[in-house]
């Protein structure tokens, strides 16, 4: 997402402004994090798997083009749902 789409989701959402210095300070700070959470090792076996796409504006390579994001949802015995895996669709 781009600093004026989270931007806009925000006001949109919380009713609040934030200026596109504050949205790159707070990505910058959280960049760690979510290679770290890319990076943890998954569970041997997930019992129920759920599968989903969202479409969303992507910039890549000077471009903007809408792409599909494919989001999985493996479903533990305890019924908590982790995020398995978000990828972009390939192009």
Same mark, same amino acid.
């Given at each position: 997402?781009?600093? @004026?789409?989270?931007?806009?989701?925000?006001?949109?959402? /919380?009713?609040?402004?934030?200026? #596109?210095?504050?949205? +790159?300070?707070?990505?910058?700070?959280?960049?760690?994090?979510?290679?770290?959470?890319?990076? @943890?090792?998954?569970?041997?076996?997930?019992?129920?798997? /759920?599968?989903?796409?969202?479409? #969303?504006?992507?910039? +890549?390579?000077?471009?903007?083009?809408?792409?599909?994001?494919?989001?999985?949802?493996?479903?533990?015995?305890?019924?908590?749902?982790?995020?398995?895996?978000?990828?972009?669709?390939?192009?």
């Amino acid at each position: 997402m781009s600093t @004026r789409e989270i931007s806009e989701h925000l006001r949109e959402i /919380f009713g609040m402004e934030a200026s #596109a210095e504050l949205i +790159n300070t707070i990505t910058d700070a959280i960049l760690d994090e979510v290679e770290a959470w890319r990076q @943890r090792p998954l569970d041997v076996a997930y019992p129920v798997v /759920f599968f989903d796409a969202i479409r #969303a504006k992507i910039r +890549n390579e000077g471009l903007v083009r809408k792409k599909a994001i494919q989001i999985t949802l493996g479903c533990m015995t305890d019924v908590s749902m982790p995020i398995v895996i978000s990828l972009e669709a390939p192009k």
